[in-house]
């Protein structure tokens, strides 16, 4: 299996956080909400010192540390191909696209950059690589249903051939 098309996938993601991070960081710092959408969702510029709807705040090297961590071990996964199925490994791929684009504000900022802001329901700001991270997640967890399906069918298939058989 050839790495390209996943490296590629992994620098468009980590570009596209960067490049939004960095416009929302020239162009709303001191601003107050800008509407994307009026009534549903406003850029916001904020500055995130912990983890996921602000867990550990302050807390900058350990998350540093953690996220190498996580990504070093999806990264060795991938390779010994514990993953199965392409959802599984599409999955893995937004993580760690998602993980490097938060990795780099906090190394470089001592924050991550945020500026996603839903106006119709109460949810913490977030950004590109958030994103990323949740698909991510949603992909292995889209994965894990199918595979229950799949075995629950499997298991009906196999009650109704032995109730034939007998």
Aim: net charge negative; glycine share 10%; with cysteine.
């Amino acid at each position: 299996m050839t790495f390209l098309g996943p490296i590629m996938f992994i620098l468009a993601g980590i570009g596209l956080d960067r490049l939004v991070k960095l416009w929302t960081t020239a162009n709303l710092t001191g601003a107050s909400d800008v509407p994307m959408l009026p009534g549903f969702i406003h850029l916001t510029y904020l500055e995130n010192y912990g983890a996921a709807f602000s867990m550990l705040h302050g807390q900058r090297w350990p998350l540093v540390v953690g996220t190498v961590l996580i990504m070093a071990l999806l990264v060795v996964a991938l390779w010994k191909n514990f993953f199965p199925g392409n959802l599984t490994k599409w999955g893995c791929y937004c993580v760690i696209s998602g993980a490097i684009g938060n990795f780099i504000d906090r190394v470089v900022y001592g924050f991550v950059v945020d500026m996603f802001n839903f106006q119709f329901i109460e949810f913490p700001v977030f950004n590109v690589a958030d994103v990323l991270i949740c698909v991510g997640g949603g992909l292995w967890v889209l994965y894990l249903l199918l595979e229950y399906i799949n075995e629950r069918k499997n298991k009906k298939g196999t009650e109704g051939e032995e109730s034939h058989e007998a």
